[in-house]
């Protein structure tokens, strides 16, 4: 079982294709290639734009802190949660610092999710051909003709050896909610834990809901079908042999089931990912 605690979690800055104003702490990872890859990531942004553009995979991101702004007048306020899906065209203009829990994740057209790490030795790679400038990727083929594309088309299309596919979305717009306004439900037979569900985003069944433990509770956590992520929020508490804390993250692998108990009142949000 994956298991991340702040102080343990990789860091790094911006890339190439998306340069500035951003950084990253990596808290959970899936397989590199697999159908259902992922990445949960804590992000920090200062002044923060990227232009217009759209991706093949999910993003589900929940600001924890400031404010992040997005085209068309869409705005995200701390403790909100917006869900991109695949083939949605969106800017991104954040004005000062801002602090969001963003996980992408591969979506349901199957194309997979391209690591940190491959995004990585890709950019490098594409570098001896060409360069990447204000996330535009320009090289030259062999007869001297200019060539510009998107800087994570190029190194997509790189490391899996075929063109990006972007499905039509299945939302016109990006989807806000506003968990608060969510009510938390008892769970029956589990003394002390109440959860609250906030939605199910596509066939693949992505979703997302919180878990609410008063001290000394505990609950299993685990699906048949779906890997499960869990992300402290706040409180102390201990899921198999690790001591968790506010910002600790665990993936629990579809067919697993683990045992959660809260030491001190305890909040959670729980990510189910998609199955293919």
């Not at 190439?16 to 949960?40: C, K, M, S, V, W």
């Not at 051909?129 to 594309?149: C, L, M």
């Not at 992505?206 to 008063?214: F, N, Q």
């Not at 706040?234 to 899921?239: A, F, L, N, V």
């Amino acid at each position: 079982m994956q298991f991340t605690r702040p102080e343990t979690a990789r860091t790094a800055g911006a890339k190439a294709h998306r340069p500035g104003g951003i950084g990253f702490h990596f808290l959970l990872e899936g397989t590199e290639f697999a159908l259902d890859n992922y990445q949960l990531a804590l992000v920090e942004a200062n002044d923060y734009h990227a232009p217009r553009h759209r991706h093949n995979f999910e993003q589900i991101r929940i600001l924890l802190e400031g404010e992040f702004g997005f085209d068309a007048g869409l705005s995200q306020s701390a403790g909100s949660v917006g869900y991109f899906c695949e083939g949605t065209y969106y800017t991104q203009d954040a004005r000062g610092k801002s602090r969001t829990l963003l996980l992408q994740v591969a979506g349901p057209s199957g194309q997979s999710y391209m690591s940190e790490p491959q995004l990585n030795a890709g950019i490098e790679a594409l570098r001896t051909q060409g360069e990447f400038h204000d996330g535009i990727y320009t090289y030259r083929d062999e007869a001297g003709k200019k060539h510009n594309s998107d800087g994570y088309e190029a190194v997509w299309t790189h490391v899996f050896g075929k063109p990006v596919r972007y499905p039509k979305p299945q939302y016109d717009n990006p989807v806000l909610l506003r968990p608060e306004r969510f009510h938390y439900l008892a769970l029956a037979g589990s003394p002390g834990v109440a959860v609250r569900h906030l939605g199910t985003f596509n066939e693949r069944r992505l979703s997302l809901g919180m878990l609410r433990l008063d001290p000394g509770a505990s609950v299993e956590i685990g699906d048949a079908t779906h890997n499960q992520l869990l992300y402290g929020l706040e409180g102390s508490w201990r899921i198999a042999d690790h001591e968790g804390c506010a910002g600790a993250a665990a993936e629990v692998l579809k067919g697993r089931r683990e045992q959660l108990t809260a030491k001190t009142p305890s909040e959670f949000y729980v990510f189910t990912l998609p199955a293919f």
